[in-house]
């Protein structure tokens, strides 16, 4: 069965990417996750200047999935574009950058732009950033003109990440309108957790964003919320960890998928996954096209 799919100005071998903040921090975890499956991959989110990120403890595994508040660390673009050139290879490398405004997204597109990504995802949703990610994520018009920005300082495609919003058709339009090639659908979603001993909350930044299996039927009812009314792709991202999560995403509307917290406990997620779905679709004799938006109908 032939997997290969065009999805926001790329084509990949199979609808699998590895998600931004995950095994993304380096040219050989790139890679290591392309050589177990994945059709693209997308780095840590990096931004103008170094960031160390919250104090610890900074992850943490819940009965529902993974809270994290990282706090968006980084080397800077001046240091990471090194491990952007490293990291090509056989599939698409997806540059995942932020910034406190339009036009700390433009200095650093053109700073990775150097290293020749495949794609740029901006990252408008990360919500434990304050100042960047879902800050600028709620506001249409600062979407737009970032996602304008970056699309014409760069010739390759700019796909825009979206926080899990009640109006996140608005912004998905905003997205659009500044020239988006696709939309990601969801970040993860603003949560805590409280140690009842000490009666202080787990993280260090208190609140994170919680990822798994608990936020898919939320990303799932944003996907097919865009579909319906965007013009432009929709990757979906959140909870997919098996072959019938995905075929879910892509009835809903997703032309691919993402994957992030899964990897924790298989790697090789990414392989077999997509051999679900190729085994799926050849016994319904159908293809990606055929399944794509379903539930719409």
Known sequence: MD???????LRLKNPTILAAGVLGTSAASLKRVAQHGAGAVTTKSTGVSPREGHPGPVLIKTEHGFLNA???PNPSYHEFVRELEAAKGDVPVIASIFGSNAKEFEEVALGLNKAS??????NLSCPHAEGYGMTLG???????EITEIVKNAVDVPVWVKLPPLMNIVEVGLAAQEGGADAVVAINTIPAMVIDVESGYPV???KVGGLSGAAIK????????ELYAALNIDVIGVGGVSSWKDAIEFIMAGASAVEIGSAIYDNINVFRNISKGIAQFLEKRQRT???MRGVAQK
């Open 3 to 9: 997997l290969r799919t065009d999805v926001g100005g």
């Open 70 to 72: 990282m706090g968006l």
């Open 117 to 122: 990504p495949d794609a740029f995802e901006l």
């Open 138 to 144: 709620t506001d249409p018009q600062k979407v737009k």
């Open 203 to 205: 993280l260090g930044n």
């Open 217 to 224: 039927p939320v990303a799932l009812r944003c996907v097919y």
């Open 288 to 290: 990606l096209d055929d």
